[in-house]
């Protein structure tokens, strides 16, 4: 990383929030300010400011004496993600629907082609970051700047709950989801794209463990002393 590549603090949040988004950063990993310094090639004055940005969007926790890690939710707090995903996002849907211009549906048929070539390369890291993206970029369209920043606080969460409370190998979001959802939104049908969003989101939560079953605070005493 040469001089001028400095990230500043935004783009060192950006830049983390990404990997988050990748699975390339497990909940509850530490954060080690020097060490970040060292690979970001910034003051850890730059890094702790930007750990603050992300700690007020959820993501990073930070602890006084023990530092700053990545968020682990809770399954109430992944249960509430959700909840909070189905009030918001008939509002985007519909937000859309009145808003969209032109230019936005090409956008968001681009970002449909670079899913299924991501899905075609088997390339799961994308994947997963695409699929997220989706949902961030149908919220910059729907012309509502308070529900685009709840948005984009509750994606790269959901993406830390999906790496927690995955089913190994469970898509990240189901095919075609996305382009049902694009292709209702095009035709103004309200009504069927709301509901094609909220099966949707009720498809991701019920495809994770949040039944407590893989709580690993659950100790299975049967199998442990049979
Ligand atoms: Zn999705």
């Not at 950063?25 to 310094?37: I, N, V």
């Not at 968020?71 to 629907?97: Q, Y």
């Not at 190998?169 to 103004?188: F, L, R, S, T, Y």
């Amino acid at each position: 990383m040469s001089e001028v590549d400095k990230p500043d603090v935004d783009k060192i949040a950006e830049l983390i929030t990404n990997a988050v988004m990748e699975h390339r950063l497990a909940p509850g990993s530490k954060l080690s300010e020097s060490r970040m310094a060292d690979a970001f090639k910034v003051s850890r004055t730059k890094i702790r400011q930007a750990l603050m940005v992300l700690a007020e969007n959820g993501l990073v926790q930070l602890f006084p004496n023990r530092g700053a890690f990545i968020t682990s939710p809770t399954v109430p707090e992944a249960l509430e993600v959700f909840s909070a995903r189905r009030l918001l996002e008939p509002e985007v849907v519909r937000g859309v629907i009145v808003h969209a211009k032109k230019a936005d549906f090409k956008l968001l048929h681009k970002h449909l082609e670079q899913e299924s070539e991501a899905r075609k390369s088997n390339s799961r890291r994308a994947i997963i970051r695409l699929s997220g993206d989706f949902h961030l970029l149908l919220a910059s369209m729907c012309g509502n700047r308070y529900i685009e920043k709840m948005m984009s606080e509750l994606c790269p969460l959901t993406c830390l709950i999906i790496a927690l409370y995955d089913i190994p190998q469970a898509p990240a979001c189901p095919e075609n989801d996305h382009a049902n959802i694009v292709k209702a939104i095009e035709q103004g049908e309200e009504s069927l794209a709301v509901e094609l969003m909220l099966h949707h989101l009720a498809h991701i939560e019920s495809a994770l463990h949040l039944d407590g079953a893989n709580d690993a605070n659950e100790v299975d005493w049967e199998k442990i002393l049979g």
